[in-house]
Each structure stands twice: as structure tokens, then as C-alpha cells.
């Protein structure tokens, strides 16, 4: 997920009170009215909503091509020397290490890659 959105403040409509209908008929006659829409709120049932979208900033992204004989795991993941793909850097390690997410069978892996098996191509 590339950001989080927080609801921090939601004004009820005082008319209907939430409800998103008022009822609307003769005053002397209250077992025979009609629910209509609010038209303070047009039936949303609130007036005002404020929302908090936090973004992510993405960080060291690089685009990397893969050199020299690659272990069987990247081999059985699809990957072929030559291929070049977005990167970034992988946490908790001080190797130099890379982590490149792949889309495969309908599902998102995540791939440590090692220095000995990429060339940095630039930095985004």
C-alpha cells in the first residue's frame, strides 16, 4: 500500500440526523407523511468528511540489469541474464543487497538479489 487515508472528522447532517430522509407531510396529519430525501445533505447523510491521505515516499528506487550466472531461484522465478528491472535496496542487510518485487501466478513475490548478480543501470 502506498499511502494511508484516515478519516479524522465527520459532521452529521442536523437535519436528518444521519438518517438521509426527512419526513414530510401535514402537520395536523403526522400518521400520513412521506419520507423524502434531506435536502440539506442530499441524502448523504453527512455534511462535511475530511480525510487524511498520507503517501509513501519511495526511497533508492534503481533499475538494475542482471549479469552473470544467476542462482535457480531467479531462474525458476522467470528471470534471464540481461533482464533489467526496478529495484530498491533491501532492508537489514549491509551487503548491498537488492529486493525487486515480481508478479507471478497471480501473485506478488518479493526477490533478495545479490551484488554479484546485478549492475546498478541509474537511480530514479
Not at 502506498?2 to 426527512?22: A, D, F, H, N, Q
Not at 529486493?99 to 501466478?105: P, R, T, Y
Amino acid at each position: 500500500m502506498l499511502y494511508k487515508e484516515t478519516t479524522s472528522l465527520i459532521i452529521v447532517c442536523p437535519s436528518c440526523k444521519g438518517e438521509g430522509t426527512v419526513k414530510e407531510g401535514n402537520l395536523r396529519e403526522m400518521h400520513n407523511h412521506d419520507s423524502v430525501t434531506c435536502p440539506d445533505c442530499d441524502g448523504k447523510r453527512i455534511i462535511q468528511m475530511i480525510k487524511t491521505i498520507e503517501y509513501k515516499k519511495i526511497r533508492h528506487m534503481m533499475i538494475i540489469k542482471l549479469v552473470g550466472a544467476l542462482p535457480r531461484e531467479l531462474k525458476d522465478a522467470g528471470l534471464r541474464t540481461g533482464d533489467k528491472l526496478k529495484a530498491e535496496p533491501a532492508e537489514n542487510t549491509t551487503l548491498g543487497a537488492v529486493k525487486v518485487k515480481l508478479w507471478k501466478d497471480e501473485a506478488d513475490y518479493h526477490v533478495t538479489i545479490w551484488p554479484e548478480n546485478f549492475q546498478k543501470i541509474n537511480v530514479l
